[in-house]
């Protein structure tokens, strides 16, 4: 069965496999103690830590493990902004950034601390005019991952970290995705990595801080790891995350696999849309991991989708909405503007076969045929019936007035058209529902959705582009909101 997401979790590295099992025989004693086995155990993380550092690119005793990639970069960024509290107490990153960092932001928000949340572009890429624009006295430190774990578009960190230097402002990466593929570039202060992304054992992170940046670890410390990741140290996992990243490091190979992976990801991105129709490839296109394709489908139901895909022998995963035990669309979805329905992260891991992108693409437009069929999607797509929304009784003529106040740019009266009641009904049924009805009106003439489900305040906009119709706008509603789409064609 064909794993097709490593941006989750990578399989286990054979080296990683090696040395987890080898170590449990010789790092399972206390490190700090001096007798034989302690001394023993000591090495062993002695010689993980040094491996880590060369390939991440800082110093030994600038690197610590964690738990996790989460607990690094909570450590990493209360650490940091504890630390230089008397110069500032704003928190910057980006609006993709792992939920992770969403999470110590509220945490800092909350203790009295600021946050400014920089926008993306379509792609999910930050500008560096973003981020110098933004970069005040009150400016205490910057956090922007060096790829994104949903789409895969590549940060410009190395320009980033030259701003953040030249403003006295510290920079955390978070290299979890890409350090597999290589060293971060640029001036960075602070990194944190996951083990498990690369194909360590999971409950390895990495922390490192590099010389010379401000840094108070938070909450109650020991003598461990620099009293910066409090706890019995799990050598055997260490000793296993640092051998896989070193080998991955140091295989000649490792150059020629991200560049075959890269040409099947371009492969996928390319035949995607030509092969299932109303799909939105997301992400940037060249500036971006080798391994990670992630694209959406309209009037496709995520969960359904990705159960299908699931029976069909792949397994991949979704940030749809439908997807979601929070009924939210990605917030990186979100904050690209893209559409979340029906959407596929693809990334795959090391040594993945040809042949079974070759089935993947040959699987995936009957899978979506059959999923769109059991949601009554018109096989003739979007706009080309009149066919009543639903059972009939959604699309009903009315006058400019929708329910409740007029809210934004949809304030104006917009002239008589349909409203379409997709009240109580998830994502996709909103938009299939607008598909349906949008050539009922002419030309000019407009088209109400009112919903309640999250997700259609993204993806109604998102089909607007996607189809060369214009979103008017929003409008709130006794229930919900009402959503306004004017037809151009």
């Not at 259609?456 to 089909?463: L, S, T, Y």
Request: aromatic fraction near 4%; glycine fraction near 10%.
């Amino acid at each position: 069965m064909p794993y097709f997401d490593a941006a989750s979790a990578a399989p286990l590295h054979p080296v990683a496999r090696e040395a987890l099992l080898a170590s449990l025989d010789e790092g399972w004693a206390d490190p700090a103690r001096l007798y034989r086995e302690g001394r023993r155990a000591r090495l062993l993380l002695d010689a993980a830590r040094e491996a880590a550092a060369e390939a991440v690119g800082c110093r030994p005793d600038e690197l610590v493990f964690t738990p996790s990639g989460t607990q690094a970069v909570h450590t990493g960024v209360s650490g940091a902004l504890a630390a230089r509290r008397r110069s500032g107490r704003r928190l910057l990153y980006s609006a993709v950034e792992h939920s992770s960092v969403l999470h110590a932001a509220e945490v800092h928000e909350a203790a009295g601390g600021s946050r400014t949340e920089l926008a993306v572009d379509r792609t999910g890429r930050v500008a560096p005019g973003e981020v110098a624009a933004a970069l005040g006295p009150d400016t205490a430190l910057v956090a922007l991952q060096s790829a994104n774990h949903e789409v895969g578009t590549a940060q410009p960190v190395e320009e980033v970290a030259a701003l953040c230097r030249e403003a006295a402002v510290p920079l955390l990466v978070d290299a979890a995705q890409s350090l597999p593929w290589g060293p971060v570039p640029g001036a960075w202060s602070l990194l944190t990595a996951s083990a498990h992304k690369w194909g360590g054992p999971p409950g390895v992170g990495l922390l490192a801080v590099r010389k010379g940046t401000r840094f108070a670890p938070q909450g109650p410390r020991d003598e461990r790891e620099s009293g910066r990741s409090a706890g019995f140290e799990n050598i055997p996992a260490v000793v296993a995350a640092a051998a896989s990243l070193r080998a991955l490091r140091t295989d000649p190979g490792t150059g020629e696999e991200a560049a075959r992976l890269r040409r099947l990801v371009d492969r996928i991105r390319t035949r995607v849309p030509q092969l299932v129709p109303d799909v939105e490839v997301v992400g940037d296109p060249v500036r971006r991991l080798p391994h990670l394709v992630t694209f959406s489908c309209l009037y496709v139901d995520g969960e359904a989708l990705l159960h299908e895909l699931d029976r069909a022998g792949f397994s991949v995963s979704s940030g749809s909405s439908c997807t979601s035990s929070t009924l939210t669309p990605s917030h990186v979805l979100r904050a690209m503007g893209v559409l979340s329905e029906g959407n596929v992260r693809v990334s795959l891991p090391y040594g993945t076969a040809e042949a079974d992108v070759e089935r993947f693409l040959e699987v995936l437009p009957r899978v979506v045929r059959a999923v769109r069929e059991r949601l009554g999607v018109p096989a003739a797509g979007a706009g080309e019936t009149a066919e009543a929304a639903g059972s009939g009784e959604a699309a009903e003529a009315a006058g400019p007035s929708a329910p409740g106040e007029a809210a934004g740019p949809a304030e104006a009266a917009e002239p008589a058209g349909l409203v379409v009641d997709s009240l109580g009904k998830r994502c996709p049924v909103p938009v299939i529902e607008l598909a349906k009805v949008i050539g009922e009106v002419p030309v000019g003439g407009t088209v109400t959705v009112l919903s309640d489900d999250e997700a259609a305040r993204q993806d109604i906009p998102a089909w607007c582009t996607m189809r060369d119709q214009e979103y008017v706008g929003e409008r709130a509603a006794e229930r919900g909101a009402a959503y306004v789409v004017r037809r151009r064609a």
